[in-house]
């Protein structure tokens, strides 16, 4: 069976692995390769690789960094298709969904291949007598990424393209569940020209992000995934000095206020709330109707629309979406359903038990509808990450908009009107990361960053954008008089002012 190796210094690890772990083909429920699970050792091997690399490259001047970036991005072009269905087969997404994930990330390499413009300081000239300020952005060392399995694309090249441009050595530890699409990303920054060292890959468990927690030579760590998790790691490595950025769970609302534009409203959450199996920390799986008659109505088109949803192969170019990724979350996610089901919610459509012909042995489950949610509900404070939409009903703009605010979780919110008023109070006052006004899914593009609220986030600087420049770099400032004949100062005991 095929084993998916470490990438560490330029090359696939040759060595016998003492753990593996298995990687199955959602669609069909089987497993289809092995991957090799590392150990602190391991960890010591691609810190030591990064080391002796990073210097270096640092040490290039930035445009020749952004041309290895540039190369990189017309590769992972060149090599969409094979990337796709690499993704799919492992995660279990369709196709173009795939596409989807490995564009948002080529649109993070895109936005640094600007690094030497991004990198630029800031100058003062005479901020004092004979006296210039000056600052700059340098290269925070050796930086690691921990990434979940939903986005096995994106979320690796969020994190390594802006390290890498600006300057950095950096290990992924990828999600042992779809371990191989970052692998491949790491040979086709080797072919673009990015030195090798400068990008490893180590797979693993708890024991290889310990090891990279612990590990005194890396100096950041970007973690995106679940949020006990995110806080776990947070908390340890912080504690060990390191700069952390944790991006967690999430629950995000739909507001769908009575002038809203139904039939779009309708379609934008279905696609959300369903899309990759719900599998998306920024799907949308609560609609919160405003008003019973707007509820009557969302829910009515909901059904219809739902009756036309095709669930499929993840190679199935007619499927809307194909299996979850495993067999435990599957369980979890029907878990969930009967959770709902035994608080009092209404079953409206069950996605449940859902075979489809020639693949029984598959991950698949249906759409999954339930009306009069209530906030008290677990079904509904929690997490479920699956194809199921919860309708949450509410009096007012003012109860809607405090569902969200008052959530756990504080990822994505979307509000469908033609209210400019209502939009733009909501805006302003959602206790939420990312809002979407008529925009189901308000992933920021690439030259803004993306980042949640409260359990969705740890740590102060985004992903992507300039918060992630700022993240891989550490600010130098420089205060500099030059002697110029002037007289000599006298010697002083108090604080330097500019008086
Ligand atoms: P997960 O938390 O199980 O795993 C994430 C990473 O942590 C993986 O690399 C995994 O190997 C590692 N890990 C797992 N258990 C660990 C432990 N005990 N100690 C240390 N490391 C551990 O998450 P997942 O199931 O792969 O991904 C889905 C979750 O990620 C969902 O909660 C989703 O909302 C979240 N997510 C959040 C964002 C965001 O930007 N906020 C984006 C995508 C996914």
Redesign the pocket.
Known sequence: MRLIQHFIDGSPFEGAPSRTGDVFDPSIGKVQARVTLGDSALVDRAVASAKAAQPAWAALNPQRRARVMFRFKELIEAHMDELAEMLSREHGKVIADSKGDIQRGLEVVEFVCGIPHLLKGEYTEGAGPGIDVYSMRQPIGIAAG??????PAM?PLWMCAPALASGNAFII?????DPSVPVRLAELALEAGLPKGVLNVVH???VV??AILDHPDVKAVS????????Q??YGRGAAAGKRMQC????KNHAIVMADADMDQAVADIIGAAYGSAG????ALPVVTPVGEETAERLRAKLISAIADLRVGVATDPDAHYGPVVSAQHKARVENYIQMAVDEGAELVVDGRGLSLQGYEEGYFLGPTLLDRVTPGMRSYQE?I?GPVLQILRASTFEEAVSYPSQHQYG?GVALFTRNGDFARKFASEVEVGMIGINVPIPVPVAYHS???WKR??FGDLN?YGMDGIRFYTRTKTVTQRWPSGGAVLDQSFVIPTMR
Not at 223 to 230: H, K, M, Q
């Open positions: 921990i990434t979940p399995f939903n986005f979320i530890k990828p999600s042992e569940r693993g468990d708890k992000v310990d973690f995106v995934g679940s949020s006990d998790i995110a776990y790691v991006m967690g769970g999430a599998e998306r920390c920024m997490e990450f990822n993306f980042g949640g969705s986030g992903q």
